[in-house]
């Protein structure tokens, strides 16, 4: 049949199973926005770009589908290169449409044209520039591929004007054939008989998840692991729900603001299974301290993430998923009861880790923020769906909200960008229009896409906003009042506007709270309100996160008050 690229583009789309898009439109996208209105795909129109591609990564984050967004050329393609980085640090699954200038005017500095590839190229997975009609249909199936398939991750299709307003055959349901790209799903056998071995005479064992984890769906086959051997374990910032947090076994967050038991567990365990992470820096601290007596074992599918960063005993390319279900087969062979007889005392020891220093604040006077995330997580009976700006909000809510199961925590882990919170939510809650979604905020982040709320209110998506308003750009002011003599150098954010009144603007409902004794019933009033909300908390000033290990130093050397 014969369509137009434009027309083409939504057939791929439909093939693909999408549903929901978010986007912007300019001059370089009328054609394909008029097409999205004649489909039965939603298409939801956000306020910025930047937007537009944090909703289409909270959708993909707990959905896990991939996201879509279309934007226009020049600075629509601009404004959603920091959404489009966030993506690609944290492995999101991703397609970012850009219309683009015609093919003839490319490279004429023609209005509102960028190289958006050529831009991007450095935080996508892989892009394209689309030169003809006649590719876009591979381009688009390859495009899809791609971002799901091995390690997820945002790929960006760059279509010029006169590509999608051009006409060919089309033909429906091509199949990709990509000879260079093969991700290896099937990990060696040998390699994960070593890691049997290695669990077997291990004293003192600890299992590290991250977000690989989740993106390969393999949480239940970690929990089966985890419980049948009895290994404790940590998590990544972007692991979070890969494990339940509330089990026994679990040991909470590791690193920079991990738990006291997870960093002297990765400090002293002979050990150190790790699986779907990348040993950030801020997980590792100083790297040639980091689990210095262990043997390390890494298992994941990106195989030039293994040896990155810190030294591996025994490398496992393979889906994390894949891998857990071999090692639980292999394991049945095995006589369990012995093992975890043996590693008693290490048990004991971590769970004298445990009772010597708990995540722990006063509440005062003040509101604490702490006591908020501890409240919202009662109130929600730790069921809610929760996403975060970033900062010391998302630091206490990864500490004090404990995340049960998997899809349920939507942070930006890698490049830890403000303003991703509000438009994850609205992403999240399109995925899930029943869920209760929540942003828990800091004053500074919120303001950086409060426009969102615009969003939130057009498409009737309810999502609830948390502030905890220290009128600071607090973990930048803890900082400074730890290793920077309380200099707190362009940190106030004494001006702001007034959140409850904002939110009226928009038509949402706003609520605030000055004093302890408000907390519990604005958070109930706020959470039981139809719609969208804000929540204003207005949280003592100077409190900090806590454990803090400072930059560069081992992460068994923790600051704890
Ligand atoms: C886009 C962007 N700009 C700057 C930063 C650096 N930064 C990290 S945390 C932070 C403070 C955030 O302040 P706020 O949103 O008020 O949250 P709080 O730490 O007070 O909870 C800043 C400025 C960042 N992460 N992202």
């Not at 393999?218 to 929990?223: M, S």
């Not at 040991?251 to 990348?278: K, Q």
């Amino acid at each position: 049949m014969k369509l137009t690229g434009a027309q083409i583009l939504m057939e791929v789309l439909k093939e693909e199973g999408v549903d929901s898009i978010f986007g912007f439109p300019g001059g370089a996208t009328i054609d394909i926005h008029d097409n999205v209105v004649k489909t039965d795909m939603h298409h939801y129109l956000v306020r910025h770009e930047q937007a537009a591609v944090h909703a289409a990564d909270g959708y993909a984050r707990v959905s896990g589908k991939v996201g879509v967004c279309i934007v226009t050329s020049g600075p629509g393609a601009t404004n959603a290169v920091t959404g489009i980085a966030t993506a690609y640090m944290d492995s999101i699954p991703l397609v970012i449409i850009c219309g683009q200038v015609p093919t003839h005017l490319i490279g004429n500095d023609a209005f509102q044209e960028v190289d958006i590839v050529g831009i991007t190229r450095p935080c996508t997975k892989h892009n394209y520039l689309v030169p003809s009609v006649e590719d876009l249909p591979r381009i688009l199936k390859e495009a899809f591929h791609i971002a799901r398939s091995g390690r997820p991750g945002p790929v960006l299709v760059d279509i010029p004007k006169n590509v999608q307003q051009g006409v060919t055959n089309y033909k429906p349901n091509q199949k990709v054939r990509l000879k260079s790209y093969n991700p290896t799903y099937k990990p060696n056998a040998k390699q994960l008989q070593k890691v049997v071995d290695l669990i077997k005479s291990s004293k003192r064992p600890l299992i590290f998840a991250g977000g690989g984890v989740l993106l390969s769906k393999g949480a239940d086959e970690l929990t089966r692991l985890a419980r049948s051997t009895e290994i404790p374990v940590t998590m990544s910032l972007m692991g979070l729900g890969a494990f339940p947090g509330t089990d026994p076994l679990s040991l909470g967050m590791i690193g920079m603001h991990g738990t006291y038991r997870a960093n002297m567990s990765s400090g002293e365990c002979d050990l150190l299974i790790g699986i779907g992470v990348r040993f950030d820096d801020r997980v590792t601290g100083k790297t040639d301290c980091f689990a210095s007596q262990a043997k390390i074992v890494h298992i994941d599918i990106d195989p030039t993430s293994i040896r990155k960063n810190v030294p591996v005993s025994v490398p496992v390319v393979g889906d994390c998923k894949s891998c857990l279900e071999i090692l639980n087969t292999l394991l049945e062979d095995e006589d369990l009861e012995a093992m975890k007889a043996r590693r008693r005392p290490w048990m004991e020891k971590v769970e004298t880790w445990k009772q010597q220093y708990k995540l722990a604040y006063a509440q005062e006077d003040e509101i604490k923020p702490q006591f908020v995330v501890e409240k919202l997580y009662e109130l929600t009976h730790g069921e809610a769906i929760i996403t975060t700006e970033v900062g010391q909000n998302q630091m206490w809510t990864a500490q004090y909200y404990h995340f049960d199961r998997p899809r349920q925590f939507v942070t930006s882990g890698g490049l830890g960008t403000m303003g991703f919170g509000l438009p994850a939510a609205i992403g999240a809650q399109v995925a899930f229009p029943d869920a209760l979604v929540v942003d828990v905020a800091g004053d500074g982040s919120i303001q950086m896409n409060i426009q969102e709320m615009a969003t939130a209110m057009q498409y009737k998506l309810p999502v609830k906003v948390v502030i905890l308003n220290n009128c600071y750009l607090g973990m930048v002011r803890q900082w400074q009042e730890l290793f920077y003599d309380k200099r707190y150098a362009c940190t106030g954010l004494e001006h702001a506007p007034d959140f409850v009144k904002l939110a009226e603007a928009y038509g949402a409902v706003g609520f605030k709270a000055t004093r302890p004794d408000e907390v519990e019933a604005v958070l109930r009033q706020g959470l039981e309100t139809p719609g969208p909300v804000i929540m204003d908390f207005r949280v003592s000033r100077e409190e900090c996160v806590y454990p803090m290990v400072p930059a560069g130093a081992p992460i068994t050397e923790m600051l704890l008050v």
